[in-house]
Structure formats: structure tokens, C-alpha cells
């Protein structure tokens, strides 16, 4: 069983629907990142997430600590949306360069 | 601008030919990662360092080798490619305090024939 894992694996949505994307981890962490990777390869940070709640334009990132369970939530999705978001977590005492990685989930949002 | 740059962004190389990709940051960041991503496996750490001359192994290390000469820097070395290294490859770095963004870098894909 993964340290991290992430659901669904493969998402299709139509442009304008509310989308959601879990993982749920099994070790004790300091912080959660989501990540998206466009098809051109590159990873960016989207959020870090200790506690609570974080938004960033039509993306919010969510965390429950007690549950260890975190959602991704993207509003209103357009197609430029469609890419892998991948969630990691940092274990307790580490910097963000110590990631463990859930597999990823595909998003497509179709226009 | 705020960056890690790897190169280079794309390579073809045969089996057993020494390679290096390298890695530098501009952040003065602590510490650097090297992870790899193969499909159905994501992404997994090679080696990472928290300081100059301060390096460990990940979770998949065998066939790679780092160092940390300079805080900027984190070369990933290939002594002897195999056709099992073809992956993509990512550096990152990250502020030594705990709870810190960690930035990448666009990617090595390596083809090893």
C-alpha cells in the first residue's frame, strides 16, 4: 500500500463542472503539496497545505489532519485545467525536498 | 526570477556512455532533490541533500551518483547508463525550514538505447 494515494486516477469532466481530486496518506506529516504537471512535463506548486483551507483563484486545496485526508477542488474547470495533479506529502520534520508522491490524477476537461 | 534549472531538457544516449544532468537554483535554497518519473510508478526520490557536501540516498538510488560542491548546484551522474534508466527526471530544492514550497525544475527526459 502507498504512503500516498490519490483518487480517481483518470478524470474527464465538461468545461464549467466542479471537480474534486483526494488523497489520503498513512504517515505522519509537517505539510501537503499539491502539484500540477502540464503535458509539456514540468511541475509546478499549486498549494502547501498544513492545516485548513487554502484558495487560489478557482483552486482550493483542503486538509484534515485527524482524518489524513486532503481534496483538491477546482471550480467553474476550463480545458486549460487539463493536467496531472499530483499530491505529496513531506514527512514530520522535513523540507518540502522530501516528498513522498501519490501516483497522480489525469484530469481532461473537455470544452 | 525565481528558478531550477536542469539540462539538458532532453537526451539520447547509449548504454554504458557517462552522462551528467545537471541542476542549479537560484534561491539559495538548502536543500535538492533528484526524483525520476516512470508511468504507473509517479514519482520517486534518487538521492537529496540538505547542505554542501551533505547528501543521502532516496528511495531508487542504485545506478545514480550526486554531489554538493556548491550550494547552487546538485549534478545527477550516470556512471553507466542502462536502458532502465530511461525515465524523466526532476531537481528540486526547497528552504531548509520545515513547511517550505519546493520548486522544480522542467525536466531531463532520458532515452538510454
Known amino acids: 500500500k502507498n504512503e500516498v494515494e490519490q483518487s480517481p486516477q483518470n478524470l474527464t469532466a465538461q468545461e464549467g463542472e466542479f471537480i474534486t481530486i483526494n488523497c489520503s496518506y498513512s504517515?505522519?506529516?509537517?505539510?501537503l503539496h499539491w502539484l500540477q504537471q502540464h503535458p509539456g512535463g514540468g511541475i509546478v506548486s499549486l498549494f502547501m497545505?498544513?492545516?485548513g483551507k487554502k484558495k487560489h483563484g478557482r483552486l482550493i486545496a483542503t486538509i484534515n489532519i485527524q482524518e489524513k485526508h486532503s481534496s483538491l477542488h477546482i471550480t467553474a474547470s476550463h480545458p486549460r485545467d487539463s493536467a496531472v495533479y499530483i499530491c505529496a506529502a513531506s514527512p514530520l520534520g522535513a523540507s518540502g525536498s522530501r516528498l513522498t508522491f501519490g501516483e497522480g490524477t489525469q484530469l481532461t476537461v473537455n470544452p | 526570477e525565481a528558478q531550477v534549472t536542469q539540462n539538458p531538457r532532453y537526451l539520447i544516449t547509449v548504454t554504458g556512455k557517462k552522462l551528467t544532468v545537471t541542476c542549479s537554483q537560484n534561491m539559495n535554497h538548502e536543500y535538492m532533490s533528484w526524483y525520476r518519473q516512470d508511468p504507473g510508478l509517479g514519482l520517486r526520490q534518487i538521492y537529496y541533500s540538505m547542505n554542501v557536501e551533505v547528501t543521502d540516498k532516496g528511495d531508487v538510488p542504485e545506478g545514480y551518483k550526486v554531489s554538493r560542491k556548491e550550494k547552487r548546484n546538485f549534478p545527477l551522474i550516470l556512471e553507466s547508463p542502462s536502458p532502465n534508466q530511461t525515465s524523466l527526471y526532476f531537481c528540486a530544492s526547497s528552504a531548509r525550514t520545515a513547511n517550505t514550497e519546493a520548486f522544480f525544475g522542467q525536466g531531463t527526459r532520458l532515452t538510454v538505447v
Open positions: 497545505l498544513s492545516s
Open positions: 504517515v505522519g506529516i509537517s505539510a
